[in-house]
């Protein structure tokens, strides 16, 4: 009587125990379901990356990823097919978003491919162009001049840090050469912070600084500047670029 006992309570564990790993497949968790937990390293092999607030192609983008970073990953169960290639999208922790693992790389010596990102100041005639390129955690600035009679260049080199909504430049102290009537002069010029945050409406980034005051009139999106509202220098009719701060794709 006791072993029958003792071999019906050893059938009711056994049964419990089937039934419920049975509900554990069924029925994974949310986590199980979506991502790996584990984080995986991986460079970014595009000029670009999108990072997605959803993973999906028409999830807003939230931010951009210079080719060659280094960014910590975790794998979804989300597949994007491109070109007839099926491969999963990732979970961006630092960056709360996600990226296509078609433009993921395992390999740290990928060629170079440097982000470029342009702002424009000033009129037609006498302004600024600024080119900053991002690749592989470093950043190199220049800013090339024209005035009348003037002109001149300021170079800096630094490096990058990836925001969840943006990108911070920290450029060193570099240098300044002006070229005028007089000859030419090279002094230092001091090192800068550039704040740049990704804006869904521009495609592009804009200086932190300008997103709590916008410069008055309207942007002209084929030179990425906004245009004063005020005639340029006197001329009726004539409008002037300002300086922006907003940063477009090369």
């Not at 039934?19 to 995986?40: F, I, K, M, Q």
């Not at 078609?102 to 990928?110: K, S």
């Not at 009129?123 to 600035?141: F, T």
């Amino acid at each position: 009587m006791e072993t029958r006992s003792v071999l019906c309570a050893a059938a009711l564990l056994l049964a419990l125990g089937l039934a419920a790993g049975s509900r554990t497949r069924e029925d994974p968790s949310p986590e199980a379901a979506t991502s790996s937990p584990s984080l995986l390293t991986r460079w970014v092999s595009s000029d670009g990356l999108m990072v997605r607030e959803a993973p999906s192609t028409s999830s807003p983008r939230r931010n951009v990823i210079p080719h060659g970073s280094a960014i910590e990953v975790s794998l979804t169960r989300s597949v994007l097919e491109l070109d007839g290639v099926r491969k999963p999208w990732f979970h961006v922790p630092a960056l709360d978003g996600y990226v296509a693992g078609h433009f993921l790389d395992e390999r740290a010596d990928l060629e170079d491919k440097p982000y470029s990102l342009l702002r424009y100041s000033g009129d037609p005639s006498y302004g600024a162009v600024a080119l900053l390129s991002l690749q592989r955690g470093k950043a190199d600035y220049r800013l090339t001049w024209d005035g009348e009679g003037a002109g001149g260049v300021v170079s800096h080199a630094g490096t990058y840090e990836l925001l969840p909504a943006g990108i911070d430049v920290h450029l060193k102290a570099g240098t300044s050469t002006t070229s005028d009537y007089a000859g030419e002069r090279r002094e230092s010029a001091a090192a800068l912070v550039l704040e740049l945050r990704y804006v869904e409406q521009r495609r592009g980034f804009v200086e932190a600084s300008m997103l709590a005051s916008p410069p008055r009139g309207r942007p002209d999106r084929a030179r990425c500047a906004w245009l004063a509202p005020e005639p340029c220098m006197g001329e009726t009719g004539l409008r002037c670029e300002v300086v922006t701060g907003w940063w477009c794709v090369d």
